[in-house]
């Protein structure tokens, strides 16, 4: 996985090469993170977590990123807030609108309010939400749709209040395998245009209309592996061209080359025992 210059050219639509688009991001550094508490099955209390590790690590993804062109944003972490490096689930920004995450577990509720202060700060209007729902890491557009998760994290009524927020299709997706209890660990996407082959994602990671409903709107997305899953290799973060993905997910990283993408690895496998990976990180600010 090496960084090209050159535009690459996509196999599945002839000479078009994939090109990069500007994209700005809003991130938190783990400088509190540890695990102290279990809310999903990656986190084990009794396993002692190394919060240098978690920033180098953290580190690398955030040059990454600048060496991209990707503009990146920074909140300031919080004490007591471990979790808050997870910047995606602390809001869905959109149009210049941000709705409000209102989180699941008691543990992670003080984040909803700091990121929804930090969205008002830089005036965006803020659409606070009534119902439970854990930011992008449950809604992910493509297109003029927003898919939306469900079934661990994020309610169903908040798809309806995220729908009359944006004005915007909101598709549900059921996810049914607690390892994958946000959509992005499960479903990625590659190009927020749209198009068959503009996801990728685990079929196994959601229910049978879920996986009809895939099928039908990206009959030529990316099929991820039990192996790559496994180590969040799903959970990237993509430009169109440049896809930032866990360094182990190498069966997906070669996947990509092949559809014309150009796959940059990177190892946050401490921050990968709260249960996030490079998207967990990285909230999108659609201005």
């Known amino acids: 996985m090496t960084l090209i210059d050159e535009p690459t050219v996509d196999a599945r639509a002839g000479s078009r090469p994939r090109l990069g ?49 990707i503009a990146v944003e920074l909140i300031d972490p919080l004490p007591g807030l471990p979790d808050m490096v997870y910047a995606a689930n602390g809001g869905f920004v959109l149009d210049g609108t941000a709705y409000s995450a209102r989180f699941r577990f008691d543990e992670r509720a003080a984040e909803g309010p700091a990121y929804a202060a930090w969205f008002e700060q830089r005036g965006l209007r803020v659409a606070h939400a009534r119902h439970v729902n854990e930011g992008e890491g449950d809604f992910l557009p493509v297109g003029d749709t927003i898919f939306a998760g469900t079934g661990f994290r994020s309610a169903p009524s908040s798809h309806r209040e995220l729908s009359r927020s944006f004005d915007r299709e909101v598709v549900p997706l059921r996810l049914v395998d607690p390892n994958y209890y946000h959509l992005d660990t499960a479903f990625a996407v590659l190009d927020s245009d749209g198009g068959p082959a503009s996801v990728a994602y685990l079929p196994d990671a959601f229910d049978q209309a879920g996986r009809r409903e895939l099928e039908r709107r990206f009959p030529d997305a990316v099929l991820a592996t039990r192996e790559d899953a496994a180590v969040l290799g799903l959970n990237c973060f993509s430009d169109g061209r440049n896809v930032v993905i866990a360094s182990r997910a190498t069966t997906f990283g070669r996947d990509l080359e092949r559809r014309g993408y150009v796959p940059h690895g990177v190892d946050l496998s401490e921050l990968l025992r709260g249960g996030g990976g490079v998207k967990c990180c990285t909230l999108e600010l659609r201005f």
């Open 21 to 69: 688009r500007a994209r700005r991001v809003l991130m938190c550094r783990p400088e509190h993170f540890t695990v102290s508490y279990r809310i999903n099955p990656w986190m084990h209390p009794a396993v002692p977590t190394d919060t240098g590790l978690a920033l180098r690590q953290w580190q690398t993804l955030y040059d990454t990123y600048v060496r991209l062109g």
